[in-house]
């Protein structure tokens, strides 16, 4: 208690947090200061892929900290090269762009998509699309781009040059793009802070031909859903899409910070030196943690990571209290019949597993890895939770 009392003198008061101090843990389960346990089916909202501590990235980090943690991006680094070498290989895109987390990346992919449009159309081309219902962070521009209006009311005047499309109404796209001066389209193929939302294969392929016959970057915000989350390595590959920028963060660190902003063919030599910068963007411990992470999403856990999703819908999606469950893989949104979302937390939490909230949903985003018997255990106190 001592903790949570100091936190309150001290910290800031962006959070709401959960009365639990967590002091250690190891893969998916977690101790707080009163020794209890937890299994973790949050994962620092899909950060710690593979769980706590985890041996290959502990040793990976451990290493590249007593060697060399930091330098300026005024010298090459071999973790920052290499991870920049497995994304575009894995995804088929040009070059990378490293920041510390989701927004700064979704920043670059705004500054990526303004200069572009510039170059080619003119200034005047500017305005981003996104989707009503989306979060892309917490600066002042990426929560201009952000579609929902509570998230703006305290901090006007915001970045201008935005407009927000209905989602998975691909008319209303059509209709910005016609009468708005466009530079890109930034949208999340599952709105993760929006509620666990899916769009819908065909509607991700209609926005993808609307920018190409617009020549308008298309921007594929893979904050939460990347990395393997979703049972593929980034979510718009479920709909074979081939975006000009991908924007990630979260879970491809492990738990340290770091973002990036993958850029695409067409757009891969727009910014050049002085464009843009980061000052512990690429640092070679976070990067070498991230290494370890992406040499590990195989094949063979992605499958993993499908099947385990299907195990969590087959098991709600009739379970008595739940009105349905959405979501891809290991990204799953919960909408309980009658109880709130976060009654059902609490209830979970008192019994020993740690879930989330996302909007009015119960959000669950386990470690990738998360063993068979510790995940289906915890469902057993899910289901309770939601009856």
Same mark, same amino acid.
């Given at each position: 208690m001592k903790i949570q009392q100091l936190d309150k003198t001290y910290i800031a008061g962006t959070y709401g947090r959960f009365p639990v101090t967590l002091v250690s843990g190891k893969g998916s389960r977690v101790v707080d200061e009163n020794g209890k346990e937890y299994t973790d089916l949050g994962s620092g909202i899909a950060v710690t892929s593979f769980g706590i501590a985890d041996g290959a990235w502990t040793e990976a980090v451990t290493r590249q900290l007593t060697t060399l943690q930091h330098t300026s991006n005024l010298y090459y680094t071999e973790p920052c090269v290499r991870l920049a070498q497995m994304l575009c290989e894995r995804t088929g895109m040009k070059k990378v762009f490293f920041g510390n987390s989701g927004a700064e990346a979704n920043e670059c992919a705004i500054k990526v998509a303004r200069k572009y449009a510039a170059e080619k159309k003119g200034s005047e081309n500017c305005v981003i699309i996104t989707l009503k219902n989306s979060f892309h962070g917490r600066t002042l521009t990426t929560l201009a781009a952000t579609g929902q209006d509570h998230y703006h009311e305290l901090f006007q005047p915001l970045t201008p040059g935005f407009a927000h499309a209905e989602p998975n109404d691909l008319k209303d796209m059509e209709r910005l793009l016609d009468t708005l001066?466009?530079?890109?389209?930034?949208?999340?193929?599952?709105?993760?802070?929006?509620?666990? *939302?899916?769009?819908?294969?065909?509607?991700?392929?209609?926005?993808?031909?609307?920018?190409?016959?617009?020549?308008?970057?298309?921007?594929?915000?893979?904050?939460?859903?990347?990395?393997?989350?979703?049972?593929?390595?980034?979510?718009?590959?479920?709909?074979?899409?081939?975006?000009?920028?991908?924007?990630?963060? *979260?879970?491809?660190?492990?738990?340290?910070?770091?973002?990036?902003?993958?850029?695409?063919? *067409?757009?891969?030599?727009?910014?050049?030196?002085?464009?843009?910068?980061?000052?512990?963007?690429?640092?070679?411990?976070?990067?070498?943690?991230?290494?370890?992470?992406?040499?590990?999403?195989?094949?063979?856990?992605?499958?993993?990571?499908?099947? *385990?999703?299907?195990?969590?819908?087959e098991t709600l999606k009739d379970a008595p209290g739940v009105r349905e469950v959405t979501g891809r893989g290991l990204m799953v949104g919960i909408l309980p019949e009658t109880k709130s979302a976060s009654d059902v937390v609490k209830a979970c939490?008192?019994?020993?597993?740690?879930?989330?909230?996302?909007?009015?949903?119960?959000?669950?985003?386990?470690?990738?890895?998360?063993p068979q018997e510790e995940l289906e255990s915890a469902l057993r106190v899910l289901v309770k939770a939601l009856a």
């Amino acid at each position: 208690m001592k903790i949570q009392q100091l936190d309150k003198t001290y910290i800031a008061g962006t959070y709401g947090r959960f009365p639990v101090t967590l002091v250690s843990g190891k893969g998916s389960r977690v101790v707080d200061e009163n020794g209890k346990e937890y299994t973790d089916l949050g994962s620092g909202i899909a950060v710690t892929s593979f769980g706590i501590a985890d041996g290959a990235w502990t040793e990976a980090v451990t290493r590249q900290l007593t060697t060399l943690q930091h330098t300026s991006n005024l010298y090459y680094t071999e973790p920052c090269v290499r991870l920049a070498q497995m994304l575009c290989e894995r995804t088929g895109m040009k070059k990378v762009f490293f920041g510390n987390s989701g927004a700064e990346a979704n920043e670059c992919a705004i500054k990526v998509a303004r200069k572009y449009a510039a170059e080619k159309k003119g200034s005047e081309n500017c305005v981003i699309i996104t989707l009503k219902n989306s979060f892309h962070g917490r600066t002042l521009t990426t929560l201009a781009a952000t579609g929902q209006d509570h998230y703006h009311e305290l901090f006007q005047p915001l970045t201008p040059g935005f407009a927000h499309a209905e989602p998975n109404d691909l008319k209303d796209m059509e209709r910005l793009l016609d009468t708005l001066p466009a530079a890109g389209i930034l949208l999340e193929c599952i709105q993760g802070e929006g509620g666990v *939302k899916v769009m819908e294969d065909e509607y991700l392929r209609g926005v993808e031909r609307l920018a190409k016959e617009r020549d308008v970057l298309l921007m594929i915000d893979e904050v939460q859903t990347g990395n393997g989350r979703t049972g593929d390595f980034y979510a718009y590959m479920h709909a074979g899409l081939h975006p000009d920028v991908v924007s990630t963060a *979260k879970g491809l660190g492990g738990g340290l910070p770091i973002g990036a902003c993958l850029i695409g063919e *067409k757009a891969q030599n727009v910014l050049g030196p002085g464009d843009h910068g980061s000052t512990f963007g690429g640092n070679p411990v976070a990067c070498a943690g991230a290494v370890s992470i992406i040499g590990r999403v195989t094949d063979d856990l992605l499958e993993e990571v499908r099947q *385990k999703g299907d195990l969590i819908r087959e098991t709600l999606k009739d379970a008595p209290g739940v009105r349905e469950v959405t979501g891809r893989g290991l990204m799953v949104g919960i909408l309980p019949e009658t109880k709130s979302a976060s009654d059902v937390v609490k209830a979970c939490m008192e019994a020993g597993v740690l879930c989330l909230t996302a909007k009015d949903r119960v959000r669950l985003l386990p470690a990738l890895n998360i063993p068979q018997e510790e995940l289906e255990s915890a469902l057993r106190v899910l289901v309770k939770a939601l009856a």
